[in-house]
């Protein structure tokens, strides 16, 4: 195929070394610098979350794909984008395992710092899409009872099953969100939210910062027993004093695990390869370099909490990535971007 595809990617995506190259054009740049010079003659995007597709950076391109290589499609504008019939697609699931990983392992791990037993305590899911369903199956084998809060899927499979946000927030002893970004959920934990959860709970983020009002989070902080912070307001400066409030803190790295990212790039190549019509990277996945990477079972059947607290840290230890942002948070984005992806764990 001669190369007549122009395709602008952001250099953080990975294992794309050689791929497209066969078949296109191929300019890299850091996600946050792509700009309308970098687009305008393109036929292709494929970006992360740091680059804002709206009409300042399209507006009389020839772009015509975007695919973002994430869960999150909040940096999208889907107005402008459906207004110029511009093709969007994103890798929904593609960082649950990840996420699920982070969950359990900074849940257990924090619980073992302060020696909160866990045991009969109930797990508040709010946003029970593809991530929140991992957490709720894992959280179930773990032996916790788990409240679901998912207006969504609410209103189209019937309340059974479900909690409204009101109960969730006052019978669970641990609440972690799970929503995606959009204009319901940006601020949605706010003193409301706050004031409605149990003193002594712990609160979880590892969705978007956006969701949760900070000044408010700040303002209750003293009610947590932990609380638990991936995601922030205005990346990558983020609120020193509400670091400083947290009890685990990372750089928006949830995520950021080695399958995790094979599955985000995998979708984002494919959705290019169909749209393109490229037949041979249809089915593209890209291959595991280092075979340490490769996802691990774990056994926690008949495990004691200090059992299954030492395997999942030993597995993914949350408090490197915790103590190397209080080091120095002003490197918020180099921790993202040169971040050393880990080995995915699952449970079953």
């Known amino acids: 195929m001669p190369k007549k595809i122009k395709v602008v990617v952001d250099a953080a995506i990975p294992f794309l070394d050689g791929v497209l190259e066969p078949y296109a054009e191929v300019v890299r740049k850091e996600g946050r610098q792509i700009g309308p010079e970098d687009v305008a003659d393109a036929s292709a995007l494929l970006v992360r979350t740091r680059t804002r597709c709206n009409a300042a950076l399209l507006e009389g391109s020839s772009v015509r794909f975007i695919a973002t290589a994430t869960i999150g499609t909040d940096h999208i504008e889907f107005g402008y984008c459906n207004s110029k019939g511009l093709m969007v697609t994103n890798a929904a699931g593609c960082n649950a395992g990840g996420v699920m990983n982070y969950v359990f392992s900074a849940l257990y791990g924090v619980a073992a710092r302060k020696g909160l037993p866990l045991e009969g305590m109930t797990l508040g899911i709010v946003g029970v899409g593809n991530v929140g369903r991992l957490v709720e199956r894992v959280a179930g084998i773990l032996g916790f009872k788990v409240l679901k809060n998912d207006p969504p899927r609410m209103a189209s499979e019937g309340p059974y099953g479900f909690s409204t946000l009101e109960e969730l927030l ?9 929503v995606p970004l959009e204009a319901s959920t940006t601020g949605m934990c706010d003193d409301a939210f706050f ?17 949760v009002d900070e000044s408010a989070l700040k303002r209750h902080a003293s009610k947590f027993k932990a609380l638990i ?10 609120d ?3 670091l400083e409030m947290t009890d685990i803190a990372t750089p928006h790295i949830a ?9 985000g790039t995998a979708a984002a190549v494919r959705a290019f390869a169909r749209y393109f019509a490229i037949e041979p990277l ?6 595991t370099e280092y075979l340490e990477l490769e996802s691990v079972k774990l056994d926690v059947k008949g495990r004691t909490q200090g059992e299954i607290a030492s395997l999942l840290q030993y597995n993914y230890p949350v408090f490197t990535d915790d103590f190397m942002l209080r080091t120095a948070p002003e490197e918020f984005e180099a ?4 971040y050393k992806y880990r080995r995915e764990f699952y449970i079953d």
């Open 195 to 211: 004031s409605g959860m149990k003193d002594g709970s712990i609160f979880i983020n590892a969705a978007r910062g956006e969701i």
């Open 335 to 338: 921790l993202r971007s040169d």
């Open 170 to 178: 006052a019978q669970s002893d641990i609440v972690t969100m799970h």
């Open 282 to 287: 249809y089915d593209f996945f890209p291959k």
């Open 255 to 263: 995520g950021y695990s080695y399958r995790g990212k094979q599955n």
């Open 229 to 238: 912070l991936d995601t922030w307001n205005n990346e990558p400066d983020i």
């Open 240 to 242: 020193r004093e509400l």
